[in-house]
Each structure stands twice: as structure tokens, then as C-alpha cells.
């Protein structure tokens, strides 16, 4: 049986593309310089384990040994360290706004005439105040008075 001319000249070209690529590979390499490398991975450690599947890695601090010592106890003594926010009561509060302000708000809402009736809630009529706010007629009076 005789071969194609088609597979005779793919498989020389087959070949010869192998012995090329094999070459090229090889170039400025010895003999002695790829055995080296054979042997010495040969007896690498964990060769062929992934990385951290045996354990962790090997920690080499940079940290001085005083400071993170002192750190700790520093820590350990701190008070309500393990502690989470309002499991002792509520948080202290400072109040932002002026007390004055705070007081003549709220006399002023409590002294308002009406205060407790909505619209339209006296026989569908809209309830429209004429008396004056007694804590703003005070304030005014302390605003006018001589100091």
C-alpha cells in the first residue's frame, strides 16, 4: 500500500516541526545545567503540594517583642474592652443645643391655645385661634424689660 504524497509531506512537516521546537528549548542549556535543575527540584520540599494545604507558612515577626507585650497588656486592662455598645445602659449625652432655646420651644408648644384640637374636629369647622400665646407674650416681656 503507498502512501499519499499529502501524508508524506504533513508528517515530514510533523517532524520536523518537533525536532525544531525541541531544539530551540534546549538552547544555552548544558546537559549538566538541566540535571542540576532535575535534582534539585527532585528534593525540593512540598514539591508538589499547593501552597498552606500543610499548615501555615512560617512567620517571621518584625515587630519588637517589648512593644507587642506592652500592647497586650495595655489591652487587657482597658476597660469594657469585650464590652458592645449599650450593654451597660445608654451612652453619656451632650446636648448640642442651646437650653434656652430648648425651654422657650417647649413652653411655648405646651402654653399654645387649642393645642389638642385638630382641624375641622369641632362640627367640621376650621378652628382658627385669635388668643395670644401666653409663653411668647412672656418672652417678649423679658425681651422688653430693662436689664
Known amino acids: 500500500m503507498k502512501a499519499s504524497p499529502i501524508i508524506k509531506i504533513v508528517s515530514t512537516t510533523a517532524i520536523a516541526w518537533m525536532l525544531a521546537s525541541s ?3 534546549q538552547v544555552g542549556r548544558s546537559r549538566a545545567d538541566v540535571q542540576a535543575e532535575a535534582i534539585a527540584a527532585a528534593h525540593a520540599p512540598n514539591q508538589n503540594v499547593t501552597r498552606g494545604s500543610r499548615g501555615a507558612d512560617p512567620f517571621n515577626s518584625v515587630a519588637d517583642p517589648a512593644a507587642v507585650q506592652q500592647q497586650a497588656v495595655d489591652t487587657a486592662r482597658a476597660p469594657n474592652q469585650n464590652v458592645t455598645r449599650g450593654s451597660r ?3 453619656p449625652f451632650t446636648s448640642t443645643a442651646d437650653p434656652a432655646v430648648v425651654r422657650a420651644q417647649a413652653e411655648a ?4 391655645p387649642d393645642q389638642n384640637v385638630t382641624s375641622g374636629s ?5 378652628v382658627v385661634s385669635t388668643l395670644p400665646n401666653a409663653a411668647q407674650v412672656r418672652a417678649e416681656a423679658q425681651k422688653s424689660a430693662p436689664r
Request: charged share 20%; hydrophobic share 55%.
Open 23 to 25: 531544539v530551540h528549548a
Open 89 to 91: 445602659g445608654a451612652d
Open 109 to 112: 408648644a405646651a402654653a399654645a
Open 122 to 126: 369641632r362640627v367640621n369647622s376650621k
